[in-house]
């Protein structure tokens, strides 16, 4: 079965799109309802050094609706399997609840991401603590590695692939609203925690 032509059109043309100079990190899935076009259970988005933060690092590009997304990151190994695992924050800004080709072509609602160190194990839950509050938390119930195939379905529709190297994240495990001022964080347990400063 092939990609809904919509989806390889919208993943074109959000590829197209990616800012001049800005090198390869790796790929975001978008599995939400206004995220999807046709069977494919996931939209895919690009992350690219233009939109990486360190931890701790102020995010200062605005937005509407910010969200901040606890997710599991994935580093790809030769084969295109998963070889590490780690926790990662996302800023969304869902202000523009666009048709899902227009979300998908403007890289699936992201705006920044900061990774967390990777290791050889997949978290058991994340949360999201903002100004030390905590603001959601949840299990990690799927095989976060699923989602590679997903990806690499999607990307292989438009002349792209995984590659050694790349870092997915494999889709919201929580996500709550920010605001100007918050100082953010994903807190994976005994693996890690990292943060960001909204301005």
Sequence with gaps: MTVDP?????VREQLARRPD???RVGWKVGAGSGERIGVEPVAVGSLTTAT?????????????DLRADAEV???????GAAVRYGVALELCDLADRAAPEDVVAANVYHRAVVFGPLTD?????????????TRGAAPVEEDPSVRLGQVARVLAAVGER????????TGSVVQVPIGRGD???????????????VA
């Excluded at 990486?52 to 509407?64: H, I, K, V």
């Excluded at 100082?183 to 400063?197: K, M, Q, S, T, W």
């Design 183 to 197: 100082e953010v964080v994903a807190d994976a347990g005994p693996l890690g925690r990292i943060g960001v400063v």
């Design 121 to 133: 194990s997949v978290p058991e839950a994340l949360e999201v603590v903002v100004d030390g509050e």
């Design 6 to 10: 919509r989806l390889v059109a919208a």
């Design 52 to 64: 990486l933060l360190e931890p701790g690092a102020t995010y200062r590009g605005g937005g509407g």
């Design 21 to 23: 100079g800005a090198a």
């Design 73 to 79: 990151a994935v580093e790809v190994g030769p084969d």
């Design 162 to 169: 995984l590659e050694d190297g790349d870092r997915v994240i």
